[in-house]
């Protein structure tokens, strides 16, 4: 079935179960899809689970769909690289996580760098959060990933150090490393990217006493915004699109 028939609700989800659409949904499916009452699409609530679905109702605003039957659970992605990504505004993050979702990240770690240029708190901080996972759910849907990457609360780069684990590899890049070789062996990588006015000299040195690796993009210095989709498309092709 093609992913435009695969669709992003939360679970749980039991068979013979009947869901409305909201009204944006429904349209698409009905107007833009022209799908009719009996046709066949699937469903994801996010934690691996697939559900094969028909359509009971076609309705421009109110179209039910109804679980026919739940596919096998999809192994979770434990080896799946995570992003720490700099606050950024407006689009530029929109664009961002979508490209990291779609990249396959299993976790998404957003920071309060010194030099990030917006500063979010409490209502507007939820808004924003409840935003960009609605961006995660429909970048799943375009990328067929069935786990939803982990959207967390924004920390300082001193506070995510902190929380790492033992058996993540964090990396940056920067013009004083290397260039990353055609293979590397990470099994849990943790690419930070910084802000478009670039890490404070107090960051970097919190980066030097993790020994953390360093790669370069040659002379070339993208936007803070550019910078994850290539980041991860190089550390997912040189360990092998490990997930």
């Not at 919190?206 to 993009?217: D, G, K, P």
């Not at 910078?227 to 360990?239: E, I, S, T, Y």
């Amino acid at each position: 079935m093609s992913r435009l028939n695969r669709f992003y609700i939360a679970g749980p989800h039991q068979t013979g179960a009947t869901l409305q659409l909201d009204a944006e949904r429904s349209n698409y499916v009905c107007r833009v899809l022209r799908m009719q009452e009996g046709d066949a699409l699937d469903i994801f609530d996010g934690q691996g689970g697939l559900f094969h679905c028909a359509l009971q109702t076609a309705h421009l605003k109110r179209a039910v769909i109804k679980v026919l039957k739940p596919m096998p659970l999809a192994p979770q992605p434990t080896l799946a690289p995570t992003i720490a990504l700099s606050l950024l505004k407006g689009q530029a993050m929109d664009r961002a996580i979508q490209q990291a979702t779609e990249l396959g990240v299993r976790r998404i770690w957003l920071l309060n760098a010194a030099r990030s240029n917006i500063t979010l708190k409490d209502q507007r901080l939820e808004q924003k959060l409840e935003h960009w996972r609605r961006i995660v759910g429909a970048a799943c849907e375009q990328c067929g990933q069935l786990w939803l990457p982990e959207v967390l609360q924004p920390m300082s780069v001193s506070q995510c150090l902190t929380e790492l684990s033992e058996s993540v590899t964090p990396l940056i890049f920067d013009p004083s490393g290397a260039v990353m070789p055609a293979a590397v062996d990470m099994a849990q990588p943790l690419v930070f990217i910084g802000p478009e006015g670039g890490w404070s000299d107090a960051e970097m040195a919190l980066f030097q006493q993790r020994y953390m690796t360093v790669y370069r993009l040659g002379d070339t210095i993208l936007r803070a915004e550019t910078m994850p989709a290539v980041a991860l498309a190089l550390v997912q092709q040189a360990r092998g699109w490990r997930s």
